[in-house]
């Protein structure tokens, strides 16, 4: 004895409670597919309604996505700054940055993920401040989950947090991320090192910052570098460096160059860390090292 309809309808709907998006998507179609397929009579117009339900929750999602915040990628790698409130992101962003944004001495200065380009070791980087992470974003507490879609696209962490705060504040949005299935590589700046001693952690490696102190910057700057995990490779001819994700090759130089000059690479004259003798020659597929300087030999 099949259910009656107007239970099976109650019975949809208690299933699609608490649904949204991709999951409420997942679970209309699962509902269509056990539906019989009557072309009339109230399970034609049940399934109508479930037909309509999913066009709806398309829609919905749709929205939803254009406004969830969105950052779009600029130079080499993305490097987002996450931390609790007040830790002061926004003033490394600025510090490190031609950036102007407001900072302040209170919490949630900033309600949306900034970003600007800032040049590291003679390449531009894209830093990203992730404002807001709270206990329970990977809940989407604070719409946490939004901020954290965007923190996955990262190429690595700063985790900011202040000398004169508990270091468990950070620990708590740490664990968020983790949360969140979230892992990349990682250093923690001791903000304010002018106000306090700077911590310790047991796993991560700590730099204590203060946007008071040029030199404390400039190691910084110098320590994001390496967490981009990407090397400079010069050109013999001058310009920026190119940045590349090793292993990169003589023909992945040439390729960044122009497409075509990827084609014709018959290999290279090198020099620096990777040469053996100043000006070697080698061929398309010799890996190259930060600081070599290339000059690409086409056929
Ligand atoms: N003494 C000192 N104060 C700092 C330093 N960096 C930031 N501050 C102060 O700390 C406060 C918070 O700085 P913000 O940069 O707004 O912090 P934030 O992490 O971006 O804060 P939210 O956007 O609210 O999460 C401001 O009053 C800053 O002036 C520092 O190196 N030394
Ligand atoms: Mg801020």
Same mark, same amino acid.
């Given at each position: 004895?099949?259910?009656?309809? @107007?239970?099976?309808?109650?019975?949809?709907?208690?299933?699609?409670?608490?649904?949204?998006? !991709?999951?409420? $998507?997942?679970?209309?179609?699962?509902?269509?597919?056990?539906?019989?397929?009557?072309?009339?009579?109230?399970?034609?117009?049940?399934?109508? =309604?479930?037909?309509?339900?999913?066009?709806?929750?398309?829609?919905?999602?749709?929205?939803?996505? @254009?406004?969830? $915040?969105?950052?779009?990628?600029?130079? !080499?790698?993305?490097?987002?700054?996450?931390?609790?409130?007040?830790?002061?992101?926004?003033? +490394?962003?600025?510090?490190?940055?031609?950036?102007?944004?407001?900072?302040?001495?209170?919490?949630?200065?900033?309600?949306?993920?900034? &970003?600007?380009?800032?040049?590291?070791?003679? #390449? +531009?980087?894209?830093?990203?401040?992730?404002?807001?992470?709270?206990?329970?974003?990977?809940?989407?507490?604070?719409?946490? @989950?939004?901020?954290?879609?965007?923190?996955?696209?990262?190429?690595?962490?700063? =985790?900011?947090?202040?000398?004169? @705060?508990?270091?468990?504040? +950070?620990? !708590?949005?740490?664990?968020?991320?983790?949360?969140?299935?979230?892992?990349?590589?990682?250093? #923690?700046?001791?903000?304010?090192?002018?106000?306090?001693?700077?911590?310790?952690?047991?796993?991560?490696? #700590?730099?204590?910052?203060?946007?008071?102190?040029? &030199?404390? +910057?400039?190691?910084?700057?110098?320590?994001? =570098?390496?967490?981009?995990?990407?090397?400079?490779?010069?050109?013999?001819?001058?310009?920026?460096?190119?940045?590349?994700?090793?292993?990169?090759?003589?023909?992945?130089?040439?390729?960044?160059?122009?497409?075509?000059?990827?084609?014709?690479?018959?290999? !290279?004259? $090198? =020099?620096?860390?990777?040469?053996?003798?100043?000006?070697?020659? #080698?061929?398309?597929?010799?890996?190259?090292?930060?600081?070599?300087?290339?000059?690409?030999?086409?056929?």
């Amino acid at each position: 004895m099949p259910m009656p309809h @107007r239970t099976q309808q109650q019975v949809i709907k208690r299933r699609l409670t608490g649904k949204e998006g !991709a999951e409420r $998507i997942r679970e209309l179609r699962a509902i269509l597919a056990e539906l019989p397929g009557y072309r009339n009579g109230p399970y034609a117009d049940l399934r109508k =309604w479930v037909e309509g339900e999913l066009t709806a929750t398309r829609r919905r999602k749709r929205v939803v996505n @254009r406004d969830s $915040i969105a950052v779009r990628r600029e130079g !080499a790698a993305q490097i987002a700054l996450v931390g609790p409130p007040n830790a002061g992101k926004s003033s +490394l962003l600025q510090a490190l940055s031609a950036i102007q944004i407001r900072t302040g001495d209170y919490a949630f200065t900033t309600t949306r993920p900034v &970003a600007a380009t800032t040049r590291l070791g003679g #390449v +531009l980087v894209q830093l990203v401040e992730i404002p807001g992470l709270i206990e329970g974003a990977a809940e989407d507490r604070g719409g946490g @989950r939004a901020l954290l879609g965007v923190l996955r696209n990262a190429d690595a962490i700063l =985790w900011c947090q202040a000398c004169d @705060r508990p270091p468990e504040e +950070l620990e !708590a949005i740490r664990t968020e991320v983790a949360a969140a299935g979230i892992e990349l590589p990682g250093l #923690v700046a001791a903000t304010k090192c002018d106000e306090a001693p700077p911590f310790g952690h047991p796993e991560l490696r #700590v730099l204590p910052v203060s946007v008071l102190d040029d &030199a404390s +910057l400039e190691r910084l700057s110098e320590e994001l =570098w390496a967490l981009t995990g990407l090397i400079r490779v010069h050109l013999r001819d001058g310009g920026d460096p190119i940045a590349l994700r090793p292993p990169a090759t003589v023909l992945d130089v040439a390729a960044a160059i122009h497409h075509e000059l990827g084609e014709h690479c018959a290999g !290279a004259r $090198i =020099w620096g860390p990777s040469a053996h003798f100043e000006g070697q020659r #080698v061929g398309p597929r010799h890996e190259l090292c930060d600081g070599d300087t290339v000059e690409v030999v086409s056929r």
